[in-house]
């Protein structure tokens, strides 16, 4: 199997995308977690399921879209 420039480009814009992506939706699982935490509560959800939770928000983003960027690109360019 060849590995296409096209496609190395694409997985690298990929991976900065689905870094940008695991930044915002970890600042996201924490403040509702600070928010809960803030209201009286335990945390709630965010706080339960918080390392299947970082573990699935830093998989999908990060793994995820290279993969998707490198087929797209290789796709694209031919």
């Known amino acids: 199997m060849s590995v296409s420039l096209a496609g190395v480009i694409g997985a690298a814009i990929g991976f900065y995308v689905g870094w940008l992506d695991y930044k915002i939706l970890k600042g996201m699982l924490q ?12 945390g709630g959800r965010a706080a339960r399921y918080k390392a299947p939770l970082s573990a699935l928000i830093f998989g999908v983003p990060v793994i995820g879209f290279p993969i998707v960027g490198y087929w797209a690109a290789s796709q694209l360019a031919g």
């Open 31 to 42: 403040a509702t977690e600070t928010k809960n935490r803030q209201a009286g509560g335990d």
